[in-house]
């Protein structure tokens, strides 16, 4: 064959389809009659109102796959009453027991494996390639890993209980995958789920629902799944009995479920939407990193909450790698899922198919250049979309901002490290980031500084049941994967708040616990305290109320002890902007120094004893013993804070393939706090300790026992905490400055220590930039026995860092 005949035919060299077979997944349709029941108690029950949805192969949009039932309150009710009867057996099983029944789940998914992967693809319209190699691998290694975990629970979680029934609520990006990152980590603690599939892609939940009848033979009502729309969704989350939700989805429909179940007293574990950067470096491996914005954005075509969505190139280098990356895309394929040699397939809906188009002409309107291979052709009759590039793009520019959620990369260019961070950080999101660069110190450096709870370091999209996975700011909070995955399936047994006004189950006496009869004992001399008017602690400084306004703290007989500020708007705004100020530096301090200052804190605290005890004794009225040993107490906690300064710091988890998992305890930010009003000293001190400790900065806002808060400004001014980590204000109401809080864009997390009201209120208010929150609700939480990893849990959220190592 001479030369010219061979360069003609590479040239003309084109992919033959390579379809894989349908087969044995129709088969299973057919099994079913194309029409299928929820799955509730181990058994198929037809929808108690007759209603169906239908389910379309979004490659082919006019052909129906299967009608599901539309389940309604009747349904969802026996599925979570299933759930509930079958909760006692289920959690009483030796962990052994519950570890056979998930290997058994994984080896069952395993022996299906191509059914479930083309049952993927026909229902969510993604490549089988992807559906073969990684969605189902993935869902089979989270059985796996957590068949680990219901085996060594009670080792490994000592304190720890599962607390009932799991209401799960997924999407349709990745329907299996998401279905076995709710329902493996939930079972395998002892909690039994009812989990509700997107209308769109509820197939590959009811084949899984088929094998654990027939073949795992799990118990009935351990798993069950109620198929539906958002209107199902809603009754799943407000139905009483779940004492959890767990939620992936939008951002948008997370604060709907926040609000909703605002004062429920129920967990929630929020996986959100994304907007994640994707950061080159002129130094970075370039032909690497262009198969890694291929992986990045067009995987799933797009559809992917931690898709590489915003490419952010060094200026040097961007001209080339849009060339590079121009002529990548030329060789993308689109079309049939089934065929193994496509790299894209349909997008799943109608609806989404709309919304991304939508945002593409927005994004030429607003003036950046949109470019898609003119090569690349999208077949008839489905919902799909070539792989698009814009460029010339602004920070500002909408398509910057929104989650387009399609096969969409936007670019923009940074000169130096400190502006890829910022434009990186650019973003109301948090999930996930990509960082391309030879240089560790630079790739690790922006590592810890970009705001993500998952970073690859040159590499994307990889995914591992034993890294935890989940989002910072409004891409949610909570983890699945992982041991910080458990704990989000787990409460804890040795501590049982009892009803408001209850006792601590624990032993020890609270502060304001005290005997009848021991009034006068050691009373405090409240004479001295009568005149003494406190400002603020604001950004470092004794800052007066911006309104001048005051209260007066009284004992319990009436007696006034003190005259403090009251906080107004103007008050908290300043205090979170010094808050805020404080933050990144106090996050780069060395743990080592934290530590010093709380020690240096404590010590300080030691000198003061007689004057805090004295000051408790007179705000709770309790004998001045109770109070000293609430004060020793305290100085035991600032010791405890000290000493995990250095010893909560994270994981180093090996993954499949040649690559490390640090997953770093990172604090959560700007931290409100209103202050309890038991235990004046040690509910304060062990809080702000443990927030402190952590490198977060806070604002706290205290309210009846403002006394010991403002004594407490007198001594974190002498005690090197550097200015702004520890804000203190106070207020009469303290209930209506926490909301103030719960509602501000700047707060990271709200901590909320009062009554059912104002929990359901700062619960409610904090869905602006879906804020952490943890509220007592009314219940008293016992601040001696109070243990000390889940204040450290409270006050940390662990981002992963992936490591690739070896060539
Ligand atoms: P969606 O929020 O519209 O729906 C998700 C699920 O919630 C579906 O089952 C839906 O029926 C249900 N739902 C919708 N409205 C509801 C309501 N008012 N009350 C109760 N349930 C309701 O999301 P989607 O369009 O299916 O999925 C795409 C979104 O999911 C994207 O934003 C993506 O980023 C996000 N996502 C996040 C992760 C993560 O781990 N962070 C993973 C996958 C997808």
Known sequence: MNQERLTSLIETLDYGPAPESEAKTREWLKSHG??????????????????????????????????????????VDAAVTAAKNAFPGWSALPGHRRARYLYAIARAVAKHARVFAVLESLDNGKPIRETRDIDVPVVIRHFYYHAGWAQTLEN????????????????????????????????????????????????TALLLADILLSEVKLP?????????????GTMLYEHPVPWKVTFTGSTEVGRIIRKGTAGSGKHLTMELGGKSPFIVFDNADLDSAIEGVVNGIWFNEGQVCCAGSRLLVQEAIQDDFVKRLKRRMRKLRVGNPLDKAMDMGAINNAEQLKKITELMDIGVKEGAVMWQPDNVKC???????????????????????????????????????????????????????????????TAMDVARKVKAGTVWINSTNLFDAAAGFGGYRESGY???????????????????????????????MVAHDRPAGDQSEGKADTNDMIDRTFRFLIGGALVRPDQMGSFTVTSPTGESLAVVGEANRKDVRNAVEAARGAFPSWFESSAHMRAQIIYFWAENLAVEKERFADAIAAQTGCAHHTAQAEVDQSISRLFDCAAYADKFGGTVQPVLGRRLVIGIREPVGVVGIRASDES??????????????????????????ALTAMDLVQIIQHSDVPAGVINVLSSQKPDAIARILAEHEDVDAIWFFGNHEGSKAVEEASTGNMKQTWVSDGKVIDWIGVRRERLLLKSTQVKNIWVPYGV
């Open 34 to 75: 194309s029409k299928f029941s929820h799955y509730i108690n181990g058994a198929w029950q037809p929808p108690m109102k007759g209603s169906y949805l239908k389910t379309i192969n979004p490659a082919r949009s006019e052909e129906e796959l299967a009608q599901i039932a539309l389940g309604t309150k009747e349904d």
């Open 156 to 203: 490994e979680f000592p304190g720890y209980r599962p607390g009932g029934v799991i209401a799960q609520i997924i999407p349709w990006n990745f329907p299996f995958l998401m279905l076995a990152w709710k329902i493996a980590p939930a079972i395998a603690a002892g909690n039994t789920v009812v989990i509700k599939p997107s209308k769109s892609t509820p197939l």
């Open 220 to 232: 009935p009502g351990v798993v069950n799944v109620v198929t539906g729309d958002s209107k199902t």
């Open 379 to 441: 077949p008839p009759g489905g919902f799909f979309l070539p792989p698009t590039l814009f460029t010339g793009v602004e920070p500002s520019h909408t398509i910057a901002q929104e989650e387009i959620f399609g096969p969409v990369l936007v670019t923009l260019t940074f000169r130096t490290p400190a502006e890829a961070i910022q434009l990186a950080n650019n973003t109301r999101y948090g999930l996930a980031a990509s960082i391309w660069s030879q240089d560790i110190d």
């Open 478 to 508: 909570g983890r699945e994967g992982g041991r910080e995955g458990m704990y989000d399936v787990l409460i804890e047994t040795d501590h049982t708040p009892s009803e408001a006004g209850g006792r601590p189950e624990a032993t020890g």
């Open 680 to 705: 004046p000293l040690l509910a304060l001190i062990s809080v702000v300790g443990a927030a402190i400790a952590m490198a977060n900065t806070v604002v706290v806002v205290a309210g009846k026992h």
